[in-house]
């Protein structure tokens, strides 16, 4: 059974910078796609990065150009390095694997941006 642990998520001001790390049991390497979801109060869980096995990204449009994603094989480990972050960047974060016809979730972190 695959585990994915999220961490690196706080409070940070708007204009700050913070980065999430998904730490999975095994190997990342055969997942056909890894990445970070994000669900706020009253909202739906929505995209906001992920990197398929090629290596290709896709990004909210909400994100781009402030968020990275990148993953180390070797460290079984994806991250999301959010820089310059809103107060509707607010949300609890969820990172995401997918292998074949199964899903994947971490349990979440919590990011909190003040204005």
């Known amino acids: 059974q695959v585990q994915l642990v999220e961490s690196g998520g706080g409070l940070v001001q708007a204009g700050g910078s913070l980065r999430l790390s998904c730490v999975a049991s095994?190997?990342?390497?055969?997942?056909?796609?890894m990445g970070w979801y994000r669900q706020a109060p009253g909202n739906q869980r929505e995209l906001v990065a992920r990197?398929?096995?090629?290596?290709?990204?896709n990004y909210a449009d909400s994100v781009k150009g402030r968020f990275t994603l990148s993953r180390n094989d070797a460290k079984n480990t994806v991250y999301l390095q959010m820089n310059s972050v809103k107060p509707e960047d607010t949300a609890v974060y969820y990172c995401?694997?997918?292998?074949?016809?199964?899903?994947?979730w971490g349990q979440g972190t919590q990011v909190t941006v003040s204005s």
């Open positions: 995401n694997a997918r292998r074949a016809v199964n899903e994947y």
């Open positions: 095994g190997s990342i390497f055969n997942f056909n796609v």
């Open positions: 990197i398929f096995s090629g290596g290709s990204t």
